[in-house]
């Protein structure tokens, strides 16, 4: 025990002396420079800021301090002995191949972490183009080759092929890049706090059905959109089952239901049902979340009533279409009829009631090649070529294409991405005002808002009363359902007045919070802001807006936030189609999906850092 007592304290380095003015005040060594004359010692420097003696016999690596001739000589007697005495020439020699090894590895190592940036970037080409995996390895990589050993030279090619782009490797690197992006979303998430999403459901190619979901979230300077998942519906697609799926994905990633303020889904009773339905299942947990009805689903809902005269007319044009563009003979014998009568077009289109475009389009070159489509009828000894010599049905034919290019011009109108809720009520409320319009101009006799319509009328000797009164009742019945299906517009269209011009203090605001309402006289009065919101988007605006004044713009920010429909699942689904298909349908389609779809892109440089950069053999 005293032998361990009587050991010497070590000091703290503020310790060493009773009086601090006695301390000697310690010195930076200054670093040791190299000699030229070490090279005889079998050592070279090293070109960091700190010169240190490297050996270029076996290329160890002395601290600076080291950088004695007495240190380098005891380290070349001790472990290079042989070395000892050798001519300038033997030293030179040495440390030229030692400096060419070096080179080598450099190189070596410089084309492998290329390789891999190189795979992962043809990689993200391939999942964008939604195109199998192996079609690198069989097509992209070879071509690739043939073309740089001719445009440039044979080493260009044989280094393009020590990029690794095999099939298994191209999908492992869109899978790291699809948890990449989908970690970068849940992070911007969470930032934003609060987060709508977009939900539908689809049985792919396999039958294996897809849930998938889209996140709508304010960023730094916009609202943003970006696909979340895609998964796999275990068992049956049932509210019970899609809430697992939904809620399993937030606990993976600690994401709060209480944060998720909006929901957009269709009218299926599996999303909707308030007991057993997925919207019940997310009350559950967030009794404060709203449920948004697709307003492109509600739109081709509201017009796919037709009163049974038109419908008539439209049952007989499927008939015609059907018996000219499914038998194959058929379609050859129309299609040269049509190319020797100088027709604009040569075939006729297929309609899918799925499809919510397909009836417009589809009546509209029927009618441009009615002509066309009598004559192969006639000669055909079709029973409903007589139709066309009715010029009663004709008219109504030409009601229906008019009526219905412009149900698809408004549809089209509420379609695309980052398009906010308050822009497609308008277009829909503008579309009710027409329908009156078109109403008040048919009780006078007027139907030039229906060119083809009036263009017939005008030039047949067919009664207007009949057809004007048929069209009047369509377009009354079709009022009746736009209204039924948007009982929404009229309260909150009105009430987010301010919304959508700040600028205009009106009535709209008088539901807002005292407070708030002093908030908005002052934007209003904020010339600055106000050539701000000309040259804005609207969600940029407000985003903008919430720097200065938080509160109103994030009351403003939470109106803008939902979905207005499901056309961004729709899309995805699309492209859903193109990526599993029947030579694909065992793959797991989420991170090619999700990789394929993302504007989000991935962060390769994160990527690349964390594996180890290797060459193709």
Same mark, same amino acid.
């Not at 000699?35 to 700190?50: E, K, M, R, V, W």
């Not at 269709?266 to 909707?272: F, K, L, P, V």
């Given at each position: 025990?005293?032998?361990?007592?009587?050991?010497?304290?070590?000091?703290?380095?503020?310790?060493?002396?009773?009086?601090?003015?006695?301390?000697?005040?310690?010195?930076?060594?200054?670093?040791?420079?190299?000699?030229?004359?070490?090279?005889?010692?079998?050592?070279?420097?090293?070109?960091?800021?700190?010169?240190?003696?490297?050996?270029?016999?076996?290329?160890?690596?002395?601290?600076?301090?080291?950088?004695?001739?007495?240190?380098?000589?005891?380290?070349?007697?001790?472990?290079?002995?042989?070395?000892?005495?050798?001519?300038?020439?033997?030293?030179?020699?040495?440390?030229?191949?030692?400096?060419?090894?070096?080179?080598?590895?450099?190189?070596?190592?410089?084309?492998?972490?290329?390789?891999?940036?190189?795979?992962?970037?043809?990689?993200?080409?391939?999942?964008?183009?939604?195109?199998?995996?192996?079609?690198?390895?069989?097509?992209?990589?070879?071509?690739?080759?043939?073309?740089?050993?001719?445009?440039? %030279?044979?080493?260009?090619?044989? /280094?393009?092929?020590?990029?690794?782009?095999?099939?298994?490797?191209?999908?492992?690197?869109?899978?790291?890049?699809?948890?990449?992006?989908?970690?970068?979303?849940?992070?911007?998430?969470?930032?934003?706090?609060?987060?709508?999403?977009?939900?539908?459901?689809?049985?792919?190619?396999?039958?294996?059905?897809?849930?998938?979901?889209?996140?709508?979230?304010?960023?730094?300077? %916009?609202?943003?959109?970006?696909?979340?998942?895609?998964?796999?519906?275990?068992?049956?697609?049932?509210?019970?089952?899609?809430?697992?799926?939904?809620?399993?994905?937030?606990?993976?990633? %600690?994401?709060?239901?209480? /944060?998720?303020?909006?929901?957009?889904?269709?009218?299926?009773?599996?999303?909707?049902?308030?007991?057993?339905?997925?919207?019940?299942?997310?009350?559950?947990?967030?009794?404060?979340?709203?449920?948004?009805?697709?307003?492109?689903?509600?739109?081709?809902?509201?017009?796919?009533?037709?009163?049974?005269?038109?419908?008539?007319?439209?049952?007989?044009?499927?008939?015609?279409?059907?018996?000219?563009?499914?038998?194959?003979?058929?379609?050859?014998?129309?299609?040269?009829?049509?190319?020797?009568?100088?027709?604009?077009?040569?075939?006729?289109?297929?309609? /899918?009631?799925?499809?919510?475009?397909?009836?417009?389009?589809?009546?509209?070159?029927?009618?441009?090649?009615?002509?066309?489509?009598?004559?192969?009828?006639?000669?055909?000894?079709?029973?409903?070529?007589?139709?066309?010599?009715?010029?009663?049905?004709?008219?109504?034919?030409?009601?229906?294409?008019?009526?219905?290019?412009?149900?698809?011009?408004?549809?089209?109108?509420?379609?695309?991405?980052?398009?906010?809720?308050?822009?497609?009520?308008?277009?829909?409320?503008?579309?009710?005002?027409?329908?009156?319009?078109?109403?008040?101009?048919?009780?006078?006799?007027?139907?030039?808002?229906?060119?083809?319509?009036?263009?017939?009328?005008? &030039?047949?000797?067919?009664?207007?009363?009949?057809?004007?009164?048929?069209?009047?009742?369509?377009?009354?019945?079709?009022?009746?359902?736009?209204?039924?299906?948007?009982?929404?517009?009229?309260?909150?269209?009105?009430?987010?007045?301010?919304?959508?011009?700040?600028?205009?203090?009106?009535?709209?605001?008088?539901?807002?919070?005292?407070?708030?309402?002093?908030?908005?006289?002052?934007?209003?009065?904020?010339?600055?802001?106000?050539?701000?919101?000309?040259?804005?988007?609207?969600?940029?605006?407000?985003?903008?807006?919430?720097?200065?004044?938080?509160?109103?713009?994030?009351?403003?920010?939470?109106?803008?936030?939902?979905?207005?429909? &499901?056309?961004?699942?729709?899309?995805?689904?699309?492209?859903?189609?193109?990526?599993?298909?029947?030579?694909?349908?065992?793959?797991?389609?989420?991170?090619?999906?999700?990789?394929?779809?993302?504007?989000?892109?991935?962060?390769?440089?994160?990527?690349?850092? %964390?594996?180890?950069?290797?060459?193709?053999?």
């Amino acid at each position: 025990m005293d032998k361990w007592l009587k050991r010497p304290v070590a000091l703290d380095p503020g310790e060493g002396s009773a009086d601090p003015k006695t301390r000697k005040k310690e010195t930076k060594r200054k670093p040791r420079q190299y000699n030229d004359n070490y090279i005889f010692f079998g050592f070279t420097s090293t070109s960091a800021d700190l010169p240190q003696p490297q050996c270029f016999f076996c290329g160890e690596i002395l601290a600076n301090s080291a950088m004695k001739p007495a240190h380098l000589q005891r380290h070349q007697s001790t472990k290079h002995s042989g070395s000892i005495g050798k001519t300038e020439a033997f030293y030179k020699r040495k440390l030229s191949e030692f400096r060419s090894g070096q080179t080598v590895m450099m190189k070596a190592t410089s084309v492998s972490s290329k390789a891999l940036e190189a795979s992962y970037a043809v990689s993200l080409l391939v999942a964008k183009s939604k195109k199998p995996h192996s079609i690198v390895e069989e097509l992209i990589l070879p071509a690739a080759s043939v073309m740089a050993e001719i445009m440039i %030279d044979k080493k260009a090619a044989d /280094t393009l092929k020590k990029v690794p782009l095999s099939n298994n490797t191209v999908s492992r690197r869109i899978n790291n890049m699809s948890v990449n992006i989908i970690g970068q979303v849940v992070k911007k998430i969470k930032q934003a706090g609060q987060f709508a999403l977009q939900l539908d459901e689809m049985t792919d190619v396999s039958g294996d059905a897809q849930l998938l979901a889209f996140v709508r979230y304010k960023d730094v300077s %916009d609202i943003n959109e970006h696909i979340l998942f895609c998964k796999k519906l275990p068992g049956k697609t049932t509210g019970g089952e899609m809430f697992q799926v939904i809620d399993s994905f937030f606990k993976e990633h %600690d994401l709060q239901w209480n /944060t998720c303020s909006h929901i957009c889904t269709d009218g299926a009773t599996a999303m909707t049902g308030s007991g057993k339905g997925l919207f019940g299942h997310i009350k559950k947990v967030n009794n404060d979340i709203k449920w948004m009805h697709c307003i492109i689903h509600r739109e081709a809902l509201a017009s796919k009533r037709v009163c049974p005269d038109l419908c008539a007319v439209m049952d007989d044009a499927v008939k015609m279409i059907n018996f000219i563009q499914s038998r194959p003979l058929n379609h050859r014998l129309f299609e040269t009829l049509c190319h020797e009568n100088g027709a604009e077009h040569e075939q006729l289109l297929l309609h /899918t009631d799925v499809r919510w475009l397909s009836r417009g389009k589809t009546l509209l070159r029927l009618y441009e090649l009615r002509n066309e489509v009598f004559m192969f009828l006639k000669e055909h000894l079709h029973p409903l070529a007589v139709v066309f010599e009715d010029a009663n049905w004709v008219a109504r034919l030409a009601y229906l294409v008019d009526v219905f290019t412009k149900l698809n011009e408004l549809n089209q109108s509420l379609q695309g991405k980052e398009s906010h809720i308050l822009k497609m009520y308008d277009r829909v409320k503008g579309f009710t005002k027409k329908l009156e319009l078109w109403e008040r101009k048919c009780d006078e006799g007027d139907v030039s808002c229906f060119p083809l319509l009036d263009a017939h009328l005008a &030039t047949t000797d067919v009664a207007w009363g009949p057809v004007v009164k048929l069209v009047k009742a369509h377009l009354s019945k079709l009022s009746m359902y736009f209204s039924q299906y948007f009982q929404d517009i009229e309260k909150n269209s009105e009430r987010l007045d301010w919304v959508r011009d700040p600028f205009i203090v009106s009535e709209s605001s008088s539901n807002l919070h005292a407070r708030l309402q002093e908030h908005l006289m002052d934007l209003s009065s904020d010339r600055g802001l106000k050539i701000a919101f000309a040259e804005k988007t609207l969600t940029e605006f407000w985003c903008d807006v919430k720097k200065e004044y938080p509160e109103l713009g994030k009351h403003a920010l939470f109106e803008l936030l939902p979905f207005g429909s &499901t056309y961004m699942c729709e899309v995805t689904f699309s492209a859903l189609t193109h990526i599993k298909t029947k030579q694909r349908n065992r793959l797991d389609v989420e991170n090619s999906l999700v990789t394929a779809v993302s504007t989000l892109p991935p962060d390769l440089s994160e990527l690349i850092k %964390d594996k180890q950069a290797q060459v193709s053999h």
